[in-house]
């Protein structure tokens, strides 16, 4: 994804400003903080997701002399800011709450420290990474709780807005607890589980359905066979299947899996497992797949359809209820000075903050407290060193797999009633006493 990590992948004001701040010489240490301001209606919480690429961006991040020539041409840029640019590095310090990390409204999930250009001139691909990454591990997870462990493939490249989407989407989704992607390029990527079936072009190609049953099951391991039933006749297509075990050489002949496609899932569903329990295929089980989401989950788990696994597309690639955040990245710190937005539905809390968690006798999560990064609060610190220098605070290895067990711990001490996916009474999330106190002394200035 090189063009995704060039430096010019920002907003052109970025650029302005930058030249302005190195006209007036403005380099002392600047604090940024990115936060959701609300939440969408149908969202009880968030999970943070994208540091790591946000960690490999600012890592490479830099302007290259073609970069640099180019921006000359546009007539924008005086070749004194250019030289500048083309020195440019990221150096400065990052503290994040870890992938997988639940949170609720204005809280930071992420504070850079450096320079101010440096600091500045992030924002837009910084927000790019977090906002999408968070948005669909958040979509993702609403799908896990409404199978109530049945297994979750991500089906949605086919209809991600471009490459980089499908491949984030397969890496949020399954840091959420998907068991893995028919995404290919994301298996190599990041090490996730790999499934996929036949599309009903392969069996339209045979002159019969039977025939392209038999000689699809010779083309894999038995253990990863998944037949797909609906192209025609869906009962009738499980009867053949049923038929082409019996008369095998083997039972290990009959596919792992059958897959429903379209139709009244529920229904088919309850039909095929009989016919399947019936023909000595009790080991079959069933995938569903077909403009699922968690509703439609939900909906098909209390009608008590006999569905073993489910393959979630569209609806979780561009998580259609809640398409985007409403995020923001804001200064919160200059040369030392507190910093604040004062507009009016857009007013910030100043200073660099920390999130502070608590939780119940039972381990359950009791509220969060939004305080000043140098107060002593009770419970646990959610913002933690991720980049110091420019440089990794830690390895990163197995930082998927970390998120994805961060996800299931924050799952287990979720209150209940936010585990919902209907709008529940909000988490407690309060703002400090000082915090509140340095708000209002702005205020009086």
């Known amino acids: 994804m090189s063009q995704q990590q060039s430096a010019l992948l920002t907003d052109l004001y970025q650029l302005t400003m930058l030249q ?14 990115l936060f959701v301001r609300k939440f969408p209606s149908h969202r009880n919480f968030l999970l943070a997701m994208g540091l790591e690429q946000v960690l490999e961006y600012l890592e490479t991040f830099g302007f290259t002399e073609n970069d640099c020539a180019w921006l000359e041409s546009t007539g924008l840029f005086r070749p004194d800011f250019l030289d500048y640019l083309s020195a440019l590095r990221f150096e400065g310090d990052v503290d994040a709450m870890p992938e997988g990390t639940a949170f609720f409204p204005d809280e930071p999930i992420i504070r850079v420290t450096a320079p101010l250009p440096q600091a500045q001139v992030i924002e837009t691909r910084l927000i790019n990474l977090l906002q999408f990454q968070t948005m669909i591990a958040s979509k993702a997870v609403r799908s896990v709780l409404a199978a109530a462990g049945r297994i ?65 099951a010779t083309s894999l391991p038995a253990e990863r066979l998944v037949l797909l039933v609906d192209t025609y006749d869906t009962l009738e297509a499980v009867r053949k299947i049923i038929g082409m075990a019996s008369d095998g050489p083997k039972p290990s002949a009959a596919p792992r899996w059958i897959r429903l496609d379209s139709g009244d899932l529920g229904a088919l569903a309850a039909d095929s497992r009989k016919l399947l329990d019936d023909g000595n295929l009790a080991g079959c089980r069933i995938f569903a797949s077909g403009d699922l989401d968690e509703y439609a989950i939900r909906a098909l788990m209390a009608a008590g359809a006999p569905i073993d696994g489910f393959g979630v597309g569209t609806r979780l690639v561009t998580s259609d209820d809640a398409p985007f955040l409403n995020c923001a990245y804001k200064l919160q710190e200059y040369a030392g000075k507190p910093r604040r937005k004062r507009s009016r539905g857009k007013a910030t ?8 968690r608590q939780h119940d006798g039972q381990g359950r999560m ?31 290895a197995n930082v998927l797999d970390a998120a994805r067990q961060r996800i299931a711990d924050h799952l287990a001490c979720l209150p209940e009633r936010l585990q919902s996916l209907e709008p529940a009474r909000l988490y407690r999330v309060e703002i400090s006493e000082s915090l509140r106190n340095l708000a209002a002394c702005m205020e009086r200035v």
């Open 20 to 33: 302005a701040y190195f006209l007036e010489g403005m380099e002392e240490p600047a604090s940024f903080e």
């Open 366 to 396: 009791a509220g969060d407290v939004i305080a000043l990064a140098d107060e002593l609060q009770p419970g646990e610190a959610l913002l933690q060193p991720a980049m110091r220098h420019g440089k990794p605070w830690a390895p990163r």
């Open 152 to 216: 979750l493939v991500d089906f949605g490249m086919r209809r991600a807005h471009g490459a980089e989407a499908a491949l984030l989407a397969a890496r949020a989704s399954y840091a959420a607890g998907f068991a893995g992607t028919s995404n290919v390029l994301a298996g190599q990527w990041f090490d996730i589980p790999l499934f996929g079936t036949m599309a009903h072009s392969y069996i339209m190609a045979h002159d019969d359905e039977t025939e392209a049953f038999a000689r699809f």
């Open 349 to 356: 809390w100043p200073g660099r903050r920390q999130v502070f």
